[in-house]
């Protein structure tokens, strides 16, 4: 089936640090792939995402490469601040033969602590 | 605008009891979505409601678990006789249908049972 495997956290930086967290899928057909991020009592929102193969989603200085020929979606950001803490999680949509599939699967969270 | 509710935001309860849960969508958004996140697991897919199409229920870990959704608005999840096992982080989303990569979630309803 599909899966998400994203590096287990915590992960505490200073600020303006360089921040990467690895992600990578098995999937069954083709998939979208998304990182959104969950921020101290707020619901998920969606970060970036990227659609095909070679594709490279980027939002608030965040930037992920969907990178097809190691099934990975790594998140990074070149200098970390501190309202970046929060739980980042790693997620793919498959599309099906019919050409729609709602169901996300996401991995399991990775903690990420700026510090001043 | 307003996003995704939910409630209520906690809830303690004694195993064997019933639970309510309530989801209310984004106005207009026609796809709704039930997820659970397990302590040190990733969110699970629970069900999905689309219209006046029947749910996806494939999600659903038991049939102590239900959920409806009136009048393609507000949806409700049962859970029934709790256990334990059902504590979790229960999250709803919902989205546009032709739109359905780009889910927005409440805030969660965070379940205890003792």
């Known amino acids: 089936g599909d899966s998400v495997t994203q590096m287990e956290g915590p992960v505490t930086l200073s600020e303006e640090a360089f921040l990467t967290i690895n992600c990578t899928y098995t999937a069954t057909g083709y998939p979208s792939l998304f990182w959104y991020v969950q921020y101290p009592g707020e619901g998920l929102q969606l970060l970036l995402k990227a659609t095909k193969a070679d594709d490279k989603g980027s939002n608030k200085g965040f930037e992920a490469t969907y990178r097809k020929e190691t099934t990975s979606f790594h998140l990074e950001k070149g200098s970390v601040q501190v309202s970046d803490s929060a739980v980042y999680f790693c997620?793919?949509?498959?599309?099906?033969?019919?050409?729609?599939?709602?169901?996300?699967?996401f991995g399991k969270g990775t903690l990420l602590t700026v510090n001043p | 605008g307003a996003g995704v509710s939910q409630s209520p935001s906690n809830k303690v309860t004694e195993k064997g009891k019933d639970v309510e849960l309530r989801c209310d969508p984004i106005?207009?958004?026609?796809?709704l979505y039930w997820y659970r996140q397990s302590l040190g697991q990733g969110l699970e897919f629970l069900i999905y409601?689309?219209?006046?199409?029947?749910?996806?229920k494939s999600g659903l870990p038991s049939d102590r678990f239900s959920a409806e959704r009136t009048g393609g608005s507000v949806s409700t999840l049962t859970i029934q006789r709790t256990q334990q096992e059902d504590s979790a982080v229960y999250l709803c989303?919902?989205?546009?249908?032709?739109?359905?990569?780009?889910?927005?979630f409440g805030p969660g309803t965070r379940l205890l049972v003792l």
């Open positions: 106005s207009g958004h026609t796809a």
């Open positions: 997620a793919l949509r498959v599309l099906n033969s019919g050409g729609s599939n709602y169901k996300l699967t």
């Open positions: 989303a919902s989205s546009l249908v032709q739109y359905q990569e780009t889910q927005y």
């Open positions: 409601f689309q219209g006046n199409s029947a749910p996806d």
